[in-house]
């Protein structure tokens, strides 16, 4: 069994940064694909990023595009968003997904674990 818990968030400005963290248990997470969804108010869960079970392979939104990176540290049991240029319609709360096909997930229904959720706020 897979336990997710995203930490990192918090309040920013506009244009600021933030880093997001996933810590994962589990003696099998390196070899779970990984991704990072968002859900501001009133707004249904969007897919944000997501990366192999390697890390050789990522993909995102275009609404993140150029501005979010995703990484993971399989030794560490860590995943992890970095989230550059912030805007304000990146408010929202960001949850961490996991699932043992170690291949791309790019779709909520294709994640079998997911944390609790973390809330980032950007200030206009």
């Known amino acids: 069994q897979v336990q997710l818990v995203e930490s990192g968030g918090g309040l920013v400005q506009t244009g600021g940064s933030l880093r997001l963290s996933c810590a994962a248990s589990?003696?099998?997470?390196?070899?779970?694909?990984q991704g990072w969804f968002r859900q501001a108010p009133g707004k249904e869960r969007e897919f944000v990023a997501a990366?192999?079970?390697?890390?050789?392979?990522?993909s995102y939104a275009d609404s993140v595009k150029g501005r979010f990176t995703i990484s993971r540290d399989n030794a560490n049991n860590m995943l992890y968003l970095q989230m550059n240029s912030l805007k304000p319609e990146d408010t929202a709360v960001y949850y961490c997904?996991?699932?043992?096909?170690?291949?791309?997930?790019?779709?909520?229904?294709?994640?079998?674990?997911w944390g609790q959720g973390t809330q980032v706020i950007v200030s206009s």
């Open positions: 997904a996991a699932d043992p096909r170690g291949g791309i997930r790019l779709r909520e229904y294709e994640y079998n674990h």
């Open positions: 589990g003696r099998a997470f390196s070899s779970y694909a």
């Open positions: 990366i192999n079970w390697s890390g050789g392979i990522t």
